[in-house]
């Protein structure tokens, strides 16, 4: 069983930046494929970025060379460095992870454990 714990959400004027982390409990870390999704009110669930156990990451086309995921083993935590926010990027934010490998990393359905989210509000 992993328990997915994010933080670092929070209210910011567009251009500015957060990071977002995403503490996981429970043993191998590293096996898990793991992304951020986020859900803005009215719309649904979209992929944002993915870490996979090999090392490779991928981005959503609306956030790719903005933001940047990565992932710390010693401290079993994901990350999310948002650069250059705007405001239609105002969402909560989800981590998931799955110790499967995933080759459809924008799918919801393909994780099997998700934190509780984080709200980032972005004003203009």
């Known amino acids: 069983q992993v328990q997915l714990v994010e933080s670092g959400g929070g209210l910011v004027q567009a251009g500015d930046s957060l990071r977002l982390s995403c503490a996981a409990s429970?043993?191998?870390?590293?096996?898990?494929?793991m992304a951020w999704f986020r859900q803005a009110p009215g719309r649904e669930r979209e992929s944002v970025a993915a870490?996979?156990?090999?090392?490779?990451?991928l981005y959503a086309s609306s956030v790719l060379g903005r933001w940047i995921i990565s992932r710390d083993s010693d401290k079993n935590t994901l990350y999310l460095q948002m650069n250059r926010l705007k405001p239609e990027d105002t969402a909560v934010y989800y981590c998931?992870?799955?110790?499967?490998?995933?080759?459809?990393?924008?799918?919801?359905?393909?994780?099997?454990?998700w934190g509780q989210g984080t709200q980032v509000t972005v004003s203009s």
């Open positions: 998931a992870a799955t110790p499967k490998g995933t080759t459809r990393w924008w799918l919801s359905s393909e994780y099997r454990y």
């Open positions: 870490s996979f156990s090999w090392h490779g990451a």
């Open positions: 429970g043993p191998s870390f590293d096996i898990y494929d």
